[in-house]
């Protein structure tokens, strides 16, 4: 593996900003990580599928990160490439032919998209209000609520299959489920086409400050947080679980189990990735001893050996 090789094979030969020993804890949600070897922001699709050849070619590992907002990455950083959508990927385009049509890259901030939409009076994004993260990432985990979620206003989503090339996959074929979507993992999603159902700014507006006013009151909104970290199990609520368990305000170091809602753990501003893993490591030991249920993480982990 040779990082510095692929970092020299990329450098200038591409459209893309490509820097070495980069700290992710700017861009995760968490404020928390440590450097990637190597950071690659690819501007247009060329790019993308030049720098993952390279990277191939180099036996360098990689992941593609939108805005960290699911993601812990640990202390001593990532040794492979992290690679971020850039300007081709976040442009969104409202169709002038069928209304409620709206094409949107990857790399879109879904809160952007929500606000676009809320503007333009359509609605079916409400449920999408208040989370952090990017496009791509919100339709690679149905990002929604327990209720409502996006998979289903989803006509079609481009994706690039690393050594095959560009793939379409029909809305209504993919299997959406609750934090999960049938698209293969090794796809990388680039663009998708939503449909959105016509109303009024007024009334759009109204449900996504209902839903906001709601998140204000039971997530703990002014931390540093990864969102959810466990999903819930079938038919039962795992903040409830927690908060069962005693679980609210357990603390290792800086980080800490939120009194606001015990399936958050917060940076309270010190926090080490070591610190969050111990923290989640005692919430799942304590809910499978007391309760037998062996919680699954919703966040995902990036630079541990495990």
Same mark, same amino acid.
């Given at each position: 593996?040779?990082?510095?090789?692929?970092?020299?094979?990329?450098?200038?030969?591409?459209?893309?900003?490509?820097?070495?020993?980069?700290?992710?804890?700017?861009?995760?949600?968490?404020?928390?990580?440590?450097?990637?070897?190597?950071?690659?922001?690819?501007?247009?699709?060329?790019?993308?599928?030049?720098?993952?050849?390279?990277?191939?070619?180099?036996? %360098?590992?990689? !992941? /593609?990160?939108?805005?960290?907002?699911?993601? &812990? $990455?640990?202390? @001593? *950083?990532? +040794?492979?490439?992290?690679?971020?959508?850039?300007?081709?990927?976040?442009?969104?385009?409202?169709?002038?032919?069928?209304?409620?049509?709206?094409?949107?890259?990857?790399?879109?901030?879904?809160?952007?998209?929500?606000?676009?939409?809320?503007?333009?009076?359509?609605?079916?994004?409400?449920?999408?209000?208040?989370?952090?993260?990017?496009?791509?990432?919100?339709?690679?985990?149905?990002?929604?609520?327990?209720?409502?979620?996006?998979?289903?206003? %989803?006509?079609? !989503? /481009?994706?690039?299959?690393?050594?095959?090339? &560009? $793939?379409?996959? @029909? *809305?209504? +074929?993919?299997?959406?489920?609750?934090?999960?979507?049938?698209?293969?993992?090794?796809?990388?999603?680039?663009?998708?086409?939503?449909?959105?159902?016509?109303?009024?700014?007024?009334?759009?507006?109204?449900?996504?400050?209902?839903?906001?006013?709601?998140?204000?009151?039971?997530?703990?909104?002014?931390?540093?947080?990864?969102?959810?970290?466990?999903?819930?199990?079938?038919?039962?609520?795992?903040?409830?679980?927690?908060?069962?368990?005693?679980?609210?305000?357990?603390? /290792?170091?800086?980080?800490?189990?939120?009194?606001?809602?015990?399936?958050?753990?917060?940076?309270?501003?010190?926090?080490?990735?070591?610190?969050?893993?111990?923290?989640?490591?005692?919430?799942?030991?304590?809910?499978?001893?007391?309760?037998?249920?062996?919680?699954?993480?919703?966040?995902?982990?990036?630079?541990?050996?495990?």
């Amino acid at each position: 593996m040779s990082v510095f090789n692929a970092y020299m094979a990329l450098s200038g030969a591409i459209d893309a900003d490509v820097t070495r020993d980069e700290r992710l804890s700017r861009r995760t949600t968490y404020r928390i990580g440590g450097p990637a070897a190597l950071v690659v922001r690819c501007n247009d699709h060329r790019s993308l599928v030049r720098t993952i050849d390279v990277l191939a070619h180099e036996q %360098v590992k990689w !992941v /593609v990160m939108g805005k960290g907002s699911n993601v &812990l $990455v640990s202390d @001593d *950083g990532y +040794d492979g490439c992290v690679i971020l959508l850039g300007r081709d990927f976040s442009r969104v385009s409202f169709s002038s032919e069928e209304e409620g049509v709206v094409t949107v890259g990857a790399g879109v901030v879904l809160a952007k998209l929500v606000a676009d939409s809320m503007s333009r009076g359509l609605a079916g994004l409400e449920c999408c209000a208040g989370i952090p993260g990017t496009v791509g990432g919100a339709i690679a985990m149905d990002a929604g609520t327990r209720n409502d979620w996006i998979g289903p206003r %989803v006509r079609d !989503v /481009v994706a690039l299959r690393p050594g095959s090339g &560009l $793939v379409r996959h @029909d *809305g209504r +074929d993919i299997m959406w489920g609750y934090r999960s979507t049938s698209i293969p993992e090794g796809d990388i999603i680039l663009e998708v086409t939503l449909g959105l159902t016509p109303s009024t700014r007024d009334a759009v507006g109204a449900t996504v400050e209902k839903l906001m006013a709601r998140r204000r009151r039971t997530q703990p909104m002014g931390r540093p947080s990864c969102g959810s970290v466990f999903r819930n199990p079938q038919g039962a609520s795992v903040g409830a679980l927690l908060d069962e368990c005693g679980l609210k305000g357990y603390a /290792v170091g800086g980080a800490q189990v939120s009194n606001v809602h015990a399936n958050f753990v917060v940076n309270n501003g010190n926090a080490t990735a070591a610190d969050v893993m111990a923290v989640i490591s005692h919430m799942h030991e304590t809910v499978l001893s007391e309760r037998g249920i062996d919680l699954e993480p919703e966040v995902k982990f990036l630079g541990f050996s495990r």
